[in-house]
């Protein structure tokens, strides 16, 4: 039996729910259970948060952000016990990552798997109806889709989104495109996880969350202020998937506001150099079908538990 073990937080109910969702309904009925916040023991325990007790952990959001070395208060990992047997990752690069990490050794490449992001095969389908009835108008549609704020560094405590910094540069463009916002459900009342703005959108600006890997597989412009959070990301998200984009210039960086109206405005395709970090990072082939990847995976991670 697969147990769904949830988190009780208010600020990710409705996304945990969409996430779960798409696993399970490639899940047999009757082949899992739901509990909020409790390990059930001969279950096979799969959750979506790093504090919660699971034989089986996948991130609540698509970006890397460290997440799997969280620490605990006593500067212990999260994920270095024996209860967690197995972490599944969007692609490629997180396997390698964690299967080479001293930090993380009781995984391999044997117990970190490559399933892709689930929110992608409803986000996809969306967007392929979406083009498929779009009408064209007059200015282009640009969306800002910050990281929330409560991700603070340093004894500065840095902000490393760039919500709320860059919202009087957003001001400015509003003048000559259709600009609208979605906020990380940290940040705003509604906790209902936002889709609809992404897939109109022509051009997104975003940091490091789940939105610049969910831009990116949509095949949107994503462009990157890096006059606001280059330095900060630089020096406090070492090592991480998105450290990479800024440290080593993946995709769309502007230097200032300027700079992103005309990168807006010329709209340039995904360099080969990008699509090939970003296809290892997000496994192209779970594009689209990442939910039923990840229930087979389960129900074979069950199987196995119980031989």
Avoid at 45 to 55: E, Y
Avoid at 65 to 87: A, C, E, F, P
Avoid at 167 to 173: C, N, S
Avoid at 254 to 265: E, F, G, N, R, Y
């Amino acid at each position: 039996m697969i147990n769904f073990n949830l988190s009780d937080s208010k600020n990710y109910k409705d996304v945990q729910n969409q996430l779960n969702g798409l696993i399970q309904k490639h899940l047999p009925a009757g082949s899992y259970t739901e509990s909020v916040g409790h390990y059930i023991e001969g279950s096979l325990n799969f959750s979506l948060f790093v504090r919660s007790d699971a034989d089986v952990l996948m991130s609540h959001g698509a970006a890397d952000k460290n997440y799997h070395w969280k620490l605990k208060s006593d500067k212990t990992y999260y994920n270095h016990h024996t209860q967690r047997k197995h972490l599944l990752v969007p692609g490629q690069l997180l396997v390698d990552r964690i299967h080479k990490s001293d930090k993380l050794s009781a995984f391999t490449n044997q117990n970190v798997h490559s399933v892709g992001w689930p929110r992608l095969d409803m986000l996809l389908e969306l967007q392929q109806q979406h083009n498929a009835s779009k009408k064209i108008t007059g200015k282009t549609k640009v969306l800002w889709a910050p990281t929330h704020d409560y991700n603070k560094k340093g004894s500065s405590q840095v902000v490393i989104s760039s919500f709320p910094e860059f919202e009087p540069f957003f001001e400015q463009l509003a003048a000559d495109y259709d600009v609208s916002v979605s906020l990380h459900p940290r940040n705003r009342k509604d906790k209902t996880p936002t889709y609809q703005k992404l897939i109109e959108a022509d051009v997104v600006i975003s940091d490091l969350g789940t939105m610049v890997w969910e831009a990116w597989a949509l095949g949107k412009t994503l462009i990157f202020p890096d006059w606001i959070l280059k330095e900060r990301m630089l020096k406090h998200k070492k090592h991480s998937a998105e450290w990479r984009i800024f440290a080593e210039g993946f995709g769309l960086h502007a230097t200032d506001i300027d700079h992103m109206k005309a990168l807006i405005a010329e709209a340039p395709a995904m360099d080969e150099r990008t699509k090939n970090f970003f296809e290892y990072y997000l496994d192209p082939q779970y594009l689209g079908s990442s939910g039923k990847r990840i229930a087979d995976l389960l129900l074979a991670l069950d199987g196995q538990q119980k031989n």
